[in-house]
């Protein structure tokens, strides 16, 4: 690795903080706008409640330190659930995982960090969300990765629906920014990687996906990861004023609840994060925190 | 395969299908009775809805012949969603598979015939069943499978409650008819599958889950089946009778949900059934009318 990285470590840290209280912040900021313009006007705004834990690895003597998180949660009236978790840990990688890993191969030597949003609005016509940017570091990588995607909840949302060309056409603006190329390859890693393989439909409309980003610019590949974030909460926010006072139907509540069903077969199916994170004996209710609230069946 | 084991394809897919529909019966009278008893007398008592459906099989020269089933489900008042399946499918199984099904190794022939049944009621009371019985024939190996098992869906039920019981007491009665040893590696062999492992916790309060059963005695072997098949409707009926007019509370169904939330994740992250169909191109309706109408993860 080389040494220029390393010091991007603490600073990525940070910023997956800093970036985890802003979101919050704007979240409990629309959650309580929407109380105030008077639609549930006798309930108290919701807040986050915040839970930190520490972790342990199998693999370290016990008491070891290994790193920890926060995860924070609002179950509110705009936004029937919000998770928002930030994480830094580290440890050394099972044999099994030291061979998938790239640069975990000589001694498993792992530390990462990283923040991660799923936000399911209750109105079916809000779009549900997805962010999620880490930076991974291992005896002989270390690179960037992550992205945002947004699933609208029912069928009257198309990718020509202006909300979501507009979160497409802002996460474009970004790529652009850093290097003509991203765009069209991080579309095609995100809509490739959220696809529904069972059922032949993508999860959602898709968005940005990256990973194992290292261009031999630290400062560069981690101002793009700032980007992301700071880029994401920005339309999204666009998006949750645009939408936020429309009214919807019951029809429109069971398309939603039936679509998140799509949404829990993908992560559970076919997400790496969730399926590694379960099967390393990650943070259970972190990992999960993901899942929509109420779902249907039918 | 010993020639005797061959007569029982045929015997055993007509069994399922005689079994989907007294169950399908069962579970209709059982509908109707609950609606007569008042508690919502102004509905008309639901029915199961039938589906038929045929298999291509990809290895087959298009147009062959590759089995296929019936799906029925029935949603409810008294249960919410009630799934009964039966398939007979035959064709030939890819490369990778060959190599993981008992006689399966030398051309990848199979042919295999079951029920598959999962009932979810409405009330949180009524504890959620799964039964699923089977018969598999490859080109060296012929064998029966399949098992019974409970949840409950409220902590107030545990393994002591005497429906539970006499669930695990109807079940070890079958077992002890046919052989002194089934129950106790039935019943353990049903823990250690329905075990929900990045929670550490049991998905429900068990039953008994057997496979590979040849016992050289392919009549005794399929009446063990049908024994489990009958048993299973018997005491479920029993407890349907004992649990139907117990009211609840808006806790307990919230309780429920979450409780069938694990359910789903048990399914979709480990159930080897569900995997196995969603990624052989299986009939995705079919294998996802398991999972429950209505969940949380709140």
């Known amino acids: 690795m080389p040494e220029n990285y390393q010091q991007y470590q603490e600073k990525s ?21 929407f109380i105030k313009k008077g639609l549930k006007a006798k309930e108290k705004p919701k807040k986050f409640t915040a ?18 998180g926060e995860m924070r949660i609002l179950k509110g009236h705009l936004f029937e659930k919000a998770g928002v978790n930030f994480s830094a840990v580290y440890g050394l990688f099972s044999e099994d995982f030291r061979r998938q890993i790239p640069g975990a191969e000589k001694d498993g030597k792992f530390w990462a ?70 765009y069209v390859r991080f579309k095609k890693a995100c809509d490739d990687y959220f696809f529904i393989k069972h059922r032949s439909e993508a999860r959602g409309a898709g968005g940005i996906f990256y990973d194992y980003l290292n261009t ?5 590949d981690f101002a793009f990861t700032k980007d992301v974030g700071v880029g994401f909460l920005e339309v999204y926010s666009e998006i949750i004023e645009k939408l936020m006072d429309l009214e919807w139907e019951e029809q429109h509540r069971q398309e939603q609840l039936i679509r998140r069903g799509r949404y829990v077969e993908f992560n559970l199916l076919y997400d790496r994060g969730t399926i590694f994170g379960l099967k390393t004996d990650g943070n259970v209710e972190a990992i999960l925190m993901s899942l929509p609230p109420l779902v249907s069946w039918p």
């Open 216 to 220: 031999g610019n630290p400062e560069q």
């Open 51 to 68: 839970k930190t834990w520490k972790r342990t690895d199998p693999l370290l003597p016990p008491g070891t330190a290994a790193g920890g």
């Open 13 to 33: 840290s940070h910023w997956f903080q800093e970036l985890q209280q802003k979101i919050c912040h704007k979240i409990e900021n629309y959650e309580s706008l």
């Open 113 to 182: 960090s990283g923040i991660s949003v799923v936000i399911h609005p209750y109105s079916p016509f809000i779009p549900t969300v997805h962010m999620n940017t880490r930076m991974i570091v291992t005896s002989n990588k270390t690179w960037f990765g992550g992205g945002a995607d947004i699933t609208p909840m029912t069928a009257d949302f198309t990718i020509n629906q202006p909300e979501i060309h507009r979160f497409h056409q802002v996460l474009e603006g970004i790529c652009n920014r850093h290097n003509e190329d991203y």
